[in-house]
């Protein structure tokens, strides 16, 4: 039970004794609840994003400030400067973006003009961001910002079609992303679950898991065929790394070393649709997981997931009353004990502080 509500039965079980406690019940609820008449201490807040601007899939912190980093769909990457600057543009990923045209734009037509940064990870050690761009491939920018570098395109011959997510080994460097798919881009897809017609894309089973050593510039496919490769994430000890199909509903976890290297099985299944994975300090991961009722008409629920590193489901955090249907949770990251949630579709950057 939270603290609040515990606290609040024992203060009515105490009226019938005090009148004081009368009083400190009424400051008590005055000072909790909100107009709409439901009592919560909610410890939800939102980083809003520059006017016009919405889908900050994923986020990135560095050491030095510790403030988060995000893509949004307009084709920046802007960085939070506190409450009272807010976000403020960081970099981009082409040279043919044109401020112009592409701020606050959110036809996904203008994407391959105005790029789609999904994935961000930094290598701390190197103060550099790597970019996973829906249409430009694998960058990176440096502390400055502005234009990322091009790292690569192709992985085996096979030009990237659709980034998504991305990971990088703090201890090694090496960097892991995903191809959602090698025949589907993000806009058909945006377009898709815009209209209901999912079906051109729900079968597709053309994503990979991809390596990428910053030392040989050489890019590896770890795995391929898979339905949807959205999120991934390494092990703080390198030893093994997952990635979440969106189409499958499910968790692969890919071994890196040991007497399973080079294999691959399934890590947790899910009843909705999980995405991006991100990896925490203290021994487990954070997936964003969306799962739909079968009601009609269907709604989802919006979760986080913190899973172990055996793949046990630790714990479950409900988003459902902040994002209220009108997009899919993309990304919860535990950072300085916040769970930062990123979305497709809000103008905000969600903190939930538990």
């Not at 391959?112 to 920018?141: E, H, K, M, W």
């Not at 570098?149 to 703090?170: C, K, Q, R």
């Not at 925490?280 to 709604?299: D, L, M, R």
């Not at 535990?334 to 103008?347: C, I, K, P, Q, R």
């Amino acid at each position: 039970m939270p603290f609040w509500l515990w606290l609040l039965n024992i203060d009515m079980a105490m009226i019938i004794f005090s009148s004081s406690t009368v009083i400190l019940l009424s400051i008590f609820i005055t000072f909790f609840c909100f107009p709409s008449n439901v009592c919560s201490l909610s410890a939800f807040s939102q980083l809003q994003l520059p006017p016009n601007v919405t889908g900050p899939v994923s986020l990135a912190f560095d050491l030095s400030a510790a403030v988060p980093y995000t893509g949004v769909h307009d084709g920046r990457i802007i960085r939070y400067g506190g409450t009272d600057v807010g976000f403020t543009d960081f970099a981009f990923t082409t040279p043919t973006r044109s401020k112009a045209v592409c701020d606050g734009n959110k036809d996904p037509d203008s994407e391959p003009t105005c790029g789609r940064p999904l994935g961000l990870s930094f290598n701390n050690q190197r103060n550099q961001l790597y970019i996973a761009d829906a249409y430009f491939g694998l960058l990176v920018a440096g502390p400055n910002g502005r234009l990322a570098a091009t790292l690569a395109t192709t992985a085996e011959e096979v030009p990237f079609n659709f980034l998504f997510g991305i990971d990088v080994d703090p201890l090694s460097g090496l960097v892991y992303f995903t191809d959602f798919s090698t025949t589907i881009q993000l806009r058909n897809l945006s377009k898709a679950i815009a209209s209901g017609n999912t079906t051109a894309f729900s079968s597709d089973a053309t994503g990979r898991l991809l390596r990428y050593d910053p030392a040989t510039k050489n890019v590896t496919v770890l795995l391929s065929g898979l339905s949807g490769a959205a999120g991934t994430a390494v092990s703080s000890d390198g030893t093994f790394v997952l990635v979440s199909e969106f189409n499958a509903n499910r968790i692969q976890k890919f071994w890196l070393r040991g007497s399973k290297a080079s294999t691959s099985e399934t890590f947790v299944r899910f009843r909705g649709i999980p995405i991006n994975i991100k990896r925490s300090g203290t021994g487990y991961f954070w997936v964003a997981v969306n799962i739909q009722n079968s009601q009609s008409p269907p709604t989802s629920m919006f979760t986080g997931q913190r899973i172990s590193y055996s793949g046990t489901i630790l714990e479950t955090v409900s988003f459902d009353d902040q994002y209220g249907g009108t997009t899919l949770i993309t990304e919860v990251q535990e950072h300085f004990g916040a769970l930062y949630v990123g979305s497709d579709n809000a103008t905000f950057v969600g903190v939930h502080r538990g």
